[in-house]
């Protein structure tokens, strides 16, 4: 028992002793948020091969793992993982191959934001029937890559969009947009590839003023409607047929109204009346004893001057009684 507990050791120690560690290289530039390539080169490689994170493992054996978020390729000596987003739980990874060979990394995140990565650049100023370029460059840039707004999809996998106004190209990590004969639909635009879009990036114009003159298709409204306007105004000017058609027209109209509606009858109300009835009687019945008292007050001072008169003239013929007849002459 002993002797086989001793040889189970040594041929454990001896699997063991075998495994060796190797390096795994990541990709530039890796942020939260964006795609990351993990790869590994180890000599005699031998399948099936995992790559693990936590509790997470792709493998690749007779086939290998491909998703949408983690994909696996295999090739000879060499293993690549592709991780389509980066993650704060998972940014430690190991890999193992069938002979116990293996690799570590803690990914190394940049600085930067996953929007400052995806940043587009214009090649100077534009304006409205101009021309620009647009580029940008994303580290492991990977297709299908599209620039996209409101209005338009330009793609670029098997073959780029190209026409004789939108050209796109693509180089590796760079890619570019050349746009022709500038409209208000191209003031703004998303570039997109296989891992992340970009935030929108809206063109810049010139300071002036030549990259925000009127639109096209506000100058034809405004001509038509001056046009219009001019029309109108010569017309009623001088009188021409429309003109005089279109007064008769209104003139009957007003006319018809006028005759069908009905006579509007002003009536005051009763309660109105009676009230003004009232006041009237109440006023009048104020002033009569005003004037009642007016005439006896006359009539008194009349009474009162005739007594005087009558007193003077008896007063005068006592006088006249009083006084001595007149001696004759002699």
């Not at 001896?14 to 790869?39: C, D, H, M, P, W």
């Not at 003139?251 to 109300?269: A, C, D, G, K, T």
Request: hydrophobic fraction near 35%; include cysteine.
């Amino acid at each position: 028992m002993g002797l086989l507990m001793f040889s189970c050791m040594i041929a454990l120690w001896f699997y063991f002793t075998r495994a060796e560690k190797y390096k795994i290289i990541q990709s530039e530039n890796v942020v939260l948020g964006g795609s990351a390539t993990l790869s590994i080169y180890i000599p005699n490689m031998k399948r099936p091969v995992v790559w693990k994170c936590e509790n997470y493992k792709y493998e690749c054996d007779r086939t290998c793992a491909n998703g949408t978020e983690y994909k696996v390729t295999h090739n000879g000596n060499y293993s690549v993982l592709w991780i389509r987003k980066v993650t704060k739980e998972c940014l430690t990874w190991m890999f193992v191959d069938d002979n116990i060979n293996f690799g570590i990394i803690h990914l190394k995140i940049d600085n930067l934001t996953i929007s400052e990565n995806y940043k587009i650049f214009q090649r100077g100023p534009a304006e409205l029937g101009g021309n620009t370029t647009l580029h940008i460059e994303v580290p492991n840039m990977e297709r299908i890559i599209g620039w996209r707004n409101r209005h338009y999809n330009l793609e670029c996998d098997w073959s780029c969009y190209k026409d004789g106004k939108y050209e796109v190209s693509h180089t590796n990590n760079a890619s570019t947009l050349s746009i022709q004969n500038i409209t208000e639909n191209d003031l703004s635009w998303t570039f997109c590839d296989r891992n992340y879009c970009s935030p929108e990036f809206s063109l810049e114009l010139k300071a002036d003023g030549s990259g925000t003159s009127i639109p096209t298709y506000a100058v034809v409204i405004i001509s038509v409607l001056c046009l219009v306007a001019i029309l109108i105004i010569c017309c009623v000017r001088f009188k021409c047929p429309p003109y005089i058609w279109f007064r008769n027209r209104v003139n009957e109209w007003i006319s018809y109204n006028e005759y069908q509606l009905p006579p509007v009858e002003m009536r005051v109300p009763e309660a109105a009346d009676q009230q003004t009835d009232q006041e009237a009687a109440d006023q009048q019945m104020d002033l009569e004893p005003a004037a009642q008292q007016m005439d006896q007050e006359a009539a008194d001072q009349q009474m009162d001057q005739e007594a005087d008169q009558q007193m003077d003239q008896e007063s005068a013929k006592q006088l006249m009684d009083q006084e001595p007849a007149s001696p004759p002459a002699p």
